[in-house]
T-cell receptor, first 109, second 114 residues
Framework: AQRVTQPEKLLSVFKGAPVELKCNYSYSGSPELFWYVQYSRQRLQLLLR??SRESIKGFTADLNKGETSFHLKKPFAQEEDSAMYYCALRTSGTYKYIFGTGTRLKVLA | EAQVTQNPRYLITVTGKKLTVTCSQNMNHEYMSWYRQDPGLGLRQIYYSMNVEVTDKGDVPEGYKVSRKEKRNFPLILESPSPNQTSLYFC?????????????FGPGTRLTVL
């Protein structure tokens, strides 16, 4: 079965500390993976996607097919990074999306 | 302004009373989708549409209907709402194509079924 797992419901870190939000997936085909973010009182928006291999707001994520993971990382957390983060998978050949349950990141001053 | 709009934003209704939540986008996107967001369950896809007159089930389609008669609109219909459909609903749209198209989300509709 297709599944996206985000094991942490809440992650609290201090400002300036490294951040890693975990995402594991279960999918037999070739996955497309995304990170979406929802800041307080804002719409859900795309943060980054694995095919772009880009860094947005200092965040990076590498697709590890061997470990079926797509963890989101940032070397130095900032208070404005506090938000809800969702990992999502799109099944190949279709436009069906599977989202994880989300991780709330709190960056403490 | 390019955006996805949903109406109503808040709705309280009673069991069995048919309702429609509208979704409209002005970006000429082919793909549109509905999600529900529940505590501890994240976002779950209800239905999606790859283009006009082309719709397909997501993971949780039971109790919902959709239609795509025009490219810009993708209404979500609850023929006989039940309390377990109380949720926060999001509509989203994107370009189709090959890989990794960004979904643009609406502001959400909070539905309460009594």
């Amino acid at each position: 079965a297709q599944r996206v797992t985000q094991p942490e419901k809440l992650l609290s870190v201090f400002k300036g500390a490294p951040v890693e939000l975990k995402c594991n997936y279960s999918y037999s085909g070739s996955p497309e993976l995304f990170w979406y973010v929802q800041y307080s009182r804002q719409r859900l928006q795309l943060l980054l996607r694995h095919i772009s291999r880009e860094s947005i707001k200092g965040f990076t994520a590498d697709l590890n097919k061997g470990e079926t993971s797509f963890h989101l990382k940032k070397p130095f957390a900032q208070e404005e990074d506090s938000a809800m983060y969702y990992c999502a998978l799109r099944t190949s050949g279709t436009y069906k999306y599977i989202f994880g349950t989300g991780t709330r990141l709190k960056v403490l001053a | 302004e390019a955006q996805v709009t949903q109406n109503p934003r808040y709705l309280i209704t009673v069991t069995g009373k048919k309702l429609t939540v509208t979704c409209s986008q002005n970006m000429n996107h082919e793909y549109m989708s509905w999600y529900r967001q529940d505590p501890g369950l994240g976002l779950r896809q209800i239905y999606y549409s790859m283009n006009v007159e082309v719709t397909d089930k997501g993971d949780v389609p039971e109790g919902y209907k959709v239609s795509r008669k025009e490219k810009r609109n993708f209404p979500l219909i609850l023929e006989s709402p039940s309390p377990n459909q109380t949720s926060l609903y999001f509509c989203a749209s994107s370009l189709p194509g090959t890989l990794g198209n960004e979904q643009f989300f609406g502001p959400g509709t909070r539905l309460t079924v009594l």
